[in-house]
């Protein structure tokens, strides 16, 4: 995980959102929960924390970056919305319960590989309350590997993006140069990986979520995983 790079990109990690994105986790949600208690994983400058603390939930937004909460803290003032925040990597246990976790935009994908996906996942399994949903979403192999060799200047936001295949299979390497103060020039390295979905379904099982939807966007799957009660 890349903490210190997130802080330096939490500026302009807007630019970056899938609305369409978002949208589909508002309406996942929405339909596989009722008002509970709600842990975001990785929330970035906390868009879906915002809107959900906003329709009732009891939301906890967590991210490896304190510049990113930062944002959430002053969006959340500005929004008069109670959120809790906290730093939290996915690979630490999580000591409290919730009705709802969910992981965006590509938070899985930047697991090192599938042995730190299961313990993830199991983490993320322990957290949840019986009947409880999880919802997270994974770039597919081909748009990953696909992204090998883009480069994208923006003359706004002050950076250079570019992006080569990683060392692992489907795996790429983000390396964006951000203008500062004074022309000073800073680098960043965003490494994620992802794998054949069937993969992360054999996870899912294996730790002891049941999968009740997947959603196939062109570059991305969304999965709605629960966790069934224990019989007495």
């Not at 959430?72 to 990597?89: G, L, N, P, S």
């Not at 697991?111 to 019986?130: A, C, P, R």
């Not at 992204?147 to 990683?166: A, L, T």
């Amino acid at each position: 995980m890349y903490e210190m790079e997130y802080d330096l990109l939490a500026t302009f990690y807007d630019s970056f959102i899938d609305e369409v994105v978002y949208q589909e986790y508002l309406d996942l949600v929405t339909k596989y929960s009722s008002l509970g208690t709600l842990l975001d994983i990785g929330c970035g400058t906390g868009n879906l924390a915002i809107e959900f603390a906003k329709r009732g939930y009891d939301v906890v937004a967590t991210d490896l970056s304190e510049e990113m909460l930062n944002i959430v803290d002053y969006r959340a003032k500005e929004e008069d919305v109670d959120i809790e925040i906290a730093i939290y990597d996915m690979l630490d246990p999580i000591d409290f319960q919730f009705d709802i976790v969910i992981a965006s935009m590509d938070v899985i994908n930047h697991l090192s590989d599938l042995e730190d996906v299961e313990f993830g996942f199991t983490n993320i399994y322990n957290s949840i309350s019986d009947n409880g949903v999880f919802i997270f979403d994974v770039l597919s192999v081909e748009f990953i590997d696909a992204f090998d060799g883009y480069v994208e200047d923006d003359d706004e936001m002050h950076f250079h993006w570019e992006s080569h295949k990683g060392d692992k299979e489907h795996s790429i390497v983000h390396t964006i140069t951000v203008k500062v103060e004074d022309d000073d020039r800073e680098e960043v390295k965003i490494y994620e990986q992802t794998h054949e979905t069937k993969a992360y379904e054999e996870i899912l099982a294996k730790v002891g979520f049941t999968i009740i939807e997947v959603k196939a966007l062109p570059e991305r799957t969304i999965y709605v995983v629960h966790k069934q009660e224990r019989p007495e």
